[in-house]
């Protein structure tokens, strides 16, 4: 009930973004609802390629969304009544087996902060960190959590390049 009650909150924003992080088995993915594009992405540090939890996170946010949306009317329909695509995408992959939460952590950073989506690439110039960026992760984020804010580059040093943004990290 507390899952549907959050989901409700989260539906009647009318998110652009979902970011719905997952562990299973010890492993974290990440699946994104990409409410705008109307996808749902699987992202996985090992790179399997897997859909399920995609389509378990796309099934609950439509299906459980329609439901509800017939008791609460000011949650648009057309969200629910398109077709929606699952989708596996490739994000740098992890060395180890103990990276695959900042891998995580990292790629919603990234797919929340810059507007330029990367492809379907593992490619550290599309991300902004790559394989071998576990430790320089944890540490950016431990400076940040510290901080309490977000580190971006000032202005001046970003340019007219507003995905710059991300390398402050």
């Not at 549907?4 to 993915?29: D, M, N």
């Not at 492809?119 to 901080?147: N, P, S, V």
Request: with cysteine; net charge positive; glycine share 6%.
């Amino acid at each position: 009930q507390r899952v549907q009650r959050t989901a409700e909150r989260i539906r009647r924003r009318e998110p652009k973004q979902v970011f719905v992080p997952f562990c299973v088995g010890g492993h974290w993915y990440l699946v994104e609802i990409d409410c705008a594009r109307r996808h749902v992405n699987q992202y996985d540090a090992l790179n399997t390629r897997g859909t399920a939890l995609a389509k378990m996170v796309l099934d609950w946010w439509t299906k459980e969304g329609a439901w509800e949306t017939e008791e609460a009317p000011d949650v648009p329909m057309s969200i629910f009544s398109k077709p929606w695509r699952v989708k596996s995408r490739l994000m740098p992959r992890q060395p180890n087996a103990s990276d695959c939460g900042p891998f995580v952590c990292a790629a919603m950073r990234r797919l929340a902060m810059v507007k330029r989506r990367p492809g379907d690439t593992a490619d550290k110039a599309d991300w902004g960190y790559g394989t071998y960026c576990g430790a320089a992760i944890r540490f950016k984020m431990a400076a940040e959590l510290a901080a309490g804010k977000l580190k971006t580059l000032p202005q001046a040093a970003r340019g007219d390049n507003p995905d710059k943004k991300w390398t402050a990290w």
